[in-house]
């Protein structure tokens, strides 16, 4: 069975902190990392997309990726109170047919304290 | 931008009645995809396709079947809904494999 953890939270961060959500995976081949936002009864809405080991910066947000670890994180530089929401992380599932579906992690809740 | 677009947003339905939820996008995505979310057990896959009149089971296809006759339409069906199937339903698209997945903005279905 192919699993993506998280720690669910709540994680509580000050207002400007850097925010530090963590995910591993299972399946030693997957290829592609993903990250979401989901605002209570929102859709997910992506974040950023990693593919190869190291960081990747987008603004307030670094994605890191350790294929050999099987890790991956999401920082959140300068915290705002709109950060505040469940992060999912999500690894690619690939399959035979020609497409794939995501693996969901249950995600994070973040809450940023002002 | 990216658009799918679930045409019904909130839905309450009678047990063993046969429900459609219709997703459409307009990017000329290849891939297309059925999630249910539920509290406590995040998302989960019910089923994909990669082409017309192509699918492949998910995680959790039992007790649902899906449809897809053009490539921009992806529509799931309940044969006859059951109260456990009660959830939020979210398609989903992407380019192709292992590219973005875009998330329309969810069904809410009751079943009663």
């Known amino acids: 069975q192919k699993e993506v953890e998280q720690n669910s939270g709540p994680l509580s961060v000050p207002e400007g902190a850097i925010a530090s959500l963590n995910c591993t995976y299972s399946?030693?081949?997957?290829?592609?990392f993903f990250w979401y936002r989901q605002y209570s009864g929102k859709s997910p809405e992506l974040i950023m997309s990693i593919y190869s080991n190291g960081d990747k910066e987008d603004g307030r947000f670094t994605a890191q990726l350790n294929k050999a670890s099987q890790y991956v994180s999401l920082l959140i530089r300068d915290s705002q109170p709109s950060d505040s929401a469940t992060y999912l992380c999500?690894?690619?599932?690939?399959?035979?047919?020609?497409?794939?579906?995501?693996?969901f992690g249950k995600g994070t809740h973040l809450i940023i304290q002002p | 931008d990216v658009k799918v677009t679930q045409s019904s947003r909130y839905l309450v339905k009678r047990t063993g009645e046969k429900v459609f939820l219709e997703c459409v996008q307009d990017?000329?995505?290849?891939?297309m995809f059925w999630y249910r979310q539920d509290p406590g057990l995040g998302l989960r896959l019910i089923y994909f396709?990669?082409?017309?009149?192509?699918?492949e089971k998910g995680d959790i296809p039992e007790g649902y079947s899906v449809s897809r006759e053009k490539k921009e339409r992806f529509s799931l069906i309940l044969e006859s809904a059951s109260t456990n199937q009660t959830s939020m339903y979210l398609c989903?698209?992407?380019?192709?494999?292992?590219?973005?997945?875009?998330f329309g903005e969810g069904s809410w279905l009751t079943v009663v």
């Open positions: 990017m000329d995505h290849e891939n």
């Open positions: 399946d030693r081949g997957s290829q592609s």
């Open positions: 999500a690894v690619n599932k690939y399959s035979g047919g020609g497409a794939d579906g995501l693996t």
């Open positions: 396709s990669y082409d017309v009149k192509m699918k």
């Open positions: 989903a698209s992407s380019f192709r494999a292992g590219n973005t997945i875009y």
